[in-house]
Protein backbone atom coordinates (compact mmCIF):
# COMPACT_ATOMS: atom_id res chain seq x y z
CA UNK A 1 0.00 0.00 0.00
CA UNK A 2 1.19 3.19 -0.83
CA UNK A 3 1.78 5.90 1.86
CA UNK A 4 2.91 10.22 2.08
CA UNK A 5 5.40 10.56 4.51
CA UNK A 6 4.65 14.61 4.61
CA UNK A 7 7.43 16.47 6.09
CA UNK A 8 5.60 19.78 8.29
CA UNK A 9 7.90 22.42 10.25
CA UNK A 10 8.71 25.63 10.95
CA UNK A 11 9.77 27.78 8.34
CA UNK A 12 11.75 30.30 11.06
CA UNK A 13 13.76 27.08 12.28
CA UNK A 14 14.10 26.22 8.27
CA UNK A 15 15.48 30.10 7.38
CA UNK A 16 17.77 30.28 10.51
CA UNK A 17 19.92 26.78 8.55
CA UNK A 18 23.29 27.59 7.74
CA UNK A 19 23.99 26.29 4.30
CA UNK A 20 26.49 23.74 6.01
CA UNK A 21 23.63 22.69 7.52
CA UNK A 22 20.63 22.66 5.04
CA UNK A 23 23.11 20.83 2.76
CA UNK A 24 24.07 18.19 5.42
CA UNK A 25 19.77 17.33 6.14
CA UNK A 26 19.43 16.92 2.28
CA UNK A 27 22.28 14.74 2.50
CA UNK A 28 20.84 12.71 5.27
CA UNK A 29 17.47 12.41 3.01
CA UNK A 30 19.22 11.40 0.10
CA UNK A 31 20.68 8.48 2.79
CA UNK A 32 17.67 8.03 4.22
CA UNK A 33 16.23 7.18 0.67
CA UNK A 34 18.82 4.65 -0.33
CA UNK A 35 18.41 3.26 3.15
CA UNK A 36 14.75 2.63 1.80
CA UNK A 37 15.67 1.28 -1.31
CA UNK A 38 18.54 -1.10 0.18
CA UNK A 39 15.46 -2.62 2.70
CA UNK A 40 13.40 -3.36 -0.27
CA UNK A 41 10.98 0.05 -0.04
CA UNK A 42 9.51 1.22 -3.27
CA UNK A 43 10.14 4.93 -3.30
CA UNK A 44 7.55 6.22 -5.85
CA UNK A 45 8.71 9.71 -5.01
CA UNK A 46 10.68 11.80 -2.53
CA UNK A 47 12.11 15.75 -1.97
CA UNK A 48 11.91 18.87 -0.71
CA UNK A 49 9.84 21.93 -1.44
CA UNK A 50 10.57 25.58 -1.96
CA UNK A 51 9.68 27.75 1.02
CA UNK A 52 5.58 28.38 1.20
CA UNK A 53 6.10 32.24 -0.53
CA UNK A 54 6.63 30.03 -3.84
CA UNK A 55 3.21 28.76 -3.64
CA UNK A 56 0.64 29.67 -5.71
CA UNK A 57 -3.17 28.87 -4.75
CA UNK A 58 -5.68 27.84 -7.78
CA UNK A 59 -8.99 27.24 -7.03
CA UNK A 60 -9.84 25.03 -10.00
CA UNK A 61 -12.07 26.62 -12.65
CA UNK A 62 -11.52 28.85 -15.74
CA UNK A 63 -11.54 32.12 -14.80
CA UNK A 64 -10.73 31.71 -10.90
CA UNK A 65 -7.53 33.66 -9.33
CA UNK A 66 -4.73 32.64 -8.47
CA UNK A 67 -2.80 34.01 -5.11
CA UNK A 68 -0.01 33.66 -3.63
CA UNK A 69 1.15 30.99 -0.81
CA UNK A 70 0.70 30.23 1.85
CA UNK A 71 -2.66 28.51 2.18
CA UNK A 72 -2.87 29.46 5.80
CA UNK A 73 -1.56 31.57 8.03
CA UNK A 74 1.52 30.44 11.04
CA UNK A 75 4.78 29.58 10.83
CA UNK A 76 4.34 25.70 10.47
CA UNK A 77 4.16 24.38 6.62
CA UNK A 78 4.73 21.89 4.53
CA UNK A 79 8.40 20.81 3.56
CA UNK A 80 9.13 17.95 1.62
CA UNK A 81 7.07 14.87 1.07
CA UNK A 82 8.03 10.74 0.16
CA UNK A 83 5.71 9.01 -1.27
CA UNK A 84 6.47 4.71 -0.88
CA UNK A 85 4.61 1.60 -1.06
CA UNK A 86 5.21 -0.61 1.77
CA UNK A 87 3.11 -3.24 3.64
CA UNK A 88 1.13 -1.82 6.27
CA UNK A 89 0.45 1.10 8.19
CA UNK A 90 3.11 0.30 11.30
CA UNK A 91 6.29 -0.02 8.35
CA UNK A 92 5.30 3.50 7.01
CA UNK A 93 5.05 5.01 10.61
CA UNK A 94 8.39 2.75 11.09
CA UNK A 95 10.29 4.76 8.26
CA UNK A 96 9.29 8.12 9.61
CA UNK A 97 10.95 7.60 12.85
CA UNK A 98 13.99 7.19 10.68
CA UNK A 99 13.43 10.44 8.78
CA UNK A 100 15.79 13.15 8.94
CA UNK A 101 14.31 16.47 10.01
CA UNK A 102 14.50 19.54 11.35
CA UNK A 103 14.40 20.30 14.90
CA UNK A 104 10.17 20.77 15.75
CA UNK A 105 9.78 18.89 12.54
CA UNK A 106 6.85 16.50 12.46
CA UNK A 107 5.99 13.71 9.90
CA UNK A 108 2.39 12.86 9.06
CA UNK A 109 1.75 9.42 7.62
CA UNK A 110 -1.27 9.46 5.10
CA UNK A 111 -2.21 6.42 2.89
CA UNK A 112 -2.34 7.21 -0.65
CA UNK A 113 -5.90 6.67 -2.25
CA UNK A 114 -4.87 5.76 -5.92
CA UNK A 115 -7.19 7.37 -8.45
Known sequence: MEYTLLIHG?????????????AELDAAHGRFGRQMHE????????????????????VPGPDTPVSDGP????????????????????TAVSWARRM???????VEVRPVRVT
Open 10 to 22: DERVWNALSEAEE
Open 71 to 90: YREGHEHLGGLWVIDVPDEA
Open 39 to 58: AGVTVRYGGGLRRSCSARLV
Open 100 to 106: PAAPGDL
